[in-house]
């Protein structure tokens, strides 16, 4: 059974590479959910949306998120109540509205997140288990030059335009793992750390109370892909956002912020001349194509990882 | 001032024709919210906004109810959420849906229904005052043959199709008439009990406490229209929820509910045999065209009623 710590864009891109590896029924994903956010009273899971629509391909491509063939009716007609508080910044459309919709009703039916997810599954007929980091709320919040803001105000709002001075996870401390989620990390054959944000999309997932422990127990078997290439996120301010708060911008201030849980980190070959650095870090290290907006190279990204992280029980279900 | 207590289409429209022949500044709507509910997560508040589209000419003139030019896309992609528990019988159009997100928003951030209600009127431009009956939470509970109902599982779910053994409003006790609505029926110079389901739009308001003395002590400038014609409701379930509670659906039956606060009854030319029954319930009788349907009676029905509510200040502004 193959985990991936999964946060938005980057996370999905490689989920899809590795269903095109492994059977669907021997992965899990475990996603970050300190993006989520209420609208409008509407429960929105943001990174698990991504997952779900990216892997059962209904992703918009371009914007890469949201849904392909996407209308926009209720949002311009929001604008309407713009004068009168509506939040006119966040853009649901039609199609993905109803995901919302449905989610907040179920939750409000006292579903958990969990089973809620796990019904988001069925309805878009994917083979896989995604498991929410947690049940309970946790949202990110993010300290800026402009004061603390909500994870989507400084994301969306202010386009993660304005410098950051810290991040918390507010509720982490209340928050319990989701069910399966440490039972998953400690019988994995192999863990994969997605390529997302360390801070605040991988961040999240580590500080819910024993996941991070769980991985250190399992770091032979954990792996990372590097969300860093040539010094830049390829998506988002994960870059701005490392220096900011002290770290490199670089593939090896992510092999250090990594090492304690992670044993092997993948760079991309634009880093290849950092592999060293790497390894001083104290992980080992693998060079290899990983932007994965390119065809086929989904899928060879995870086999890589699949093969690093040693699971002789996996080597033999390699598609 | 003029007061309107108010249902759904029949109210809405009686209120066009009344904005056609008095000023709009001097009209106060008091507005049934025991249909109110929450889909998904989201507050709707059916009367309310059927009036506010309907008299800021938004409304789907066929439909009755909802935007003319609706789209459904939302609505339709919930279908995939159909087996996972997502309720599909109760439509919100993409455009609608904004007005309820907007709304769910405000109420989440301690707004009352009246001050979201006030904001409603200014988004849409509409200048009379439009008075939710009350801002806590009241829900009409149907009693049917198929056990109890939620007002809009009753009308929207089972299309008002199964036979109706009681009626509650469910948190009427605890309600407060909202702000405004008794003072505007203390001082009104007249007041119009709307053609609207006496049982379950203008018996909620008249249960608010306080609401029915009110009109009682008020009941010389009281007047309603019938909703009932020749024996038959307009629109909706009316006329069998008279029946199957005991009361007679005719105008006679609507004279005998009313008279305790209605002091003249506007009923139907097909009805006009019934005008003695109607004046031997205890109620004045006119005789007029009632069916709003056709151009140009809206206005004369409010006249009408206008005049005979006998408000002398009220004459000098008929336009």
Request: charged share 20%.
């Amino acid at each position: 059974m193959i985990v991936a710590i999964a946060g938005g864009v980057g996370a999905a891109r490689f989920l899809r590479g590795l269903l095109q590896v492994v059977p669907a029924d021997e992965v899990v994903a475990i996603v970050n959910t300190g993006d989520d956010t209420v609208f409008h009273g509407l429960h929105v899971s943001p990174d698990i949306d991504t997952v779900v629509y990216t892997t059962s391909g209904a992703i918009d491509p371009e914007r890469g998120w949201g849904l392909a063939g996407e209308t926009w009716t209720a949002m311009s007609s929001l604008q309407r109540y713009a004068d009168q508080g509506a939040v006119t910044w966040f853009n649901l459309g039609d199609r993905d509205l109803a995901t919302h919709l449905w989610r907040t009703g179920r939750l409000a039916e006292s579903a958990t997140l969990s089973e809620v997810t796990e019904q988001l599954r069925q309805a878009w007929g994917l083979g896989f288990r995604i498991l929410p980091m947690t049940d309970q709320r946790v949202r990110t919040m993010v300290d800026t030059t402009n004061g603390e803001l909500g994870f989507q105000e400084y994301f969306v709002r202010h386009q993660h335009g304005v410098p950051v001075t810290g991040v918390r996870f507010d509720g982490i401390d209340r928050a319990v793992a989701a069910p399966g989620v440490l039972e998953a990390i400690a019988t994995a054959d192999a863990i994969v750390v997605c390529p997302s944000n360390p801070i605040v999309s991988i961040g999240p997932v580590l500080a819910v109370p024993g996941v991070r422990d769980a991985l250190i127990s399992r770091r032979d078997h954990v792996v990372a892909v590097s969300p860093i290439v040539a010094g830049a996120a390829l998506k988002g301010p994960a870059d701005r956002m490392l220096t900011e708060l002290g770290h490199e911008s670089s593939v090896v201030g992510v092999a250090r912020l990594y090492a304690p849980f992670v044993s092997t980190l993948i760079i991309d070959d634009a880093d290849s001349t950092s592999a060293d650095a790497v390894r001083a870090a104290g992980v080992d290290c693998i060079v290899t194509d990983t932007i994965m907006s390119r065809p086929g190279v989904g899928a060879a990204l995870a086999r890589t990882a699949l093969l690093a992280a040693r699971p002789s029980s996996v080597e033999g279900h390699l598609e």
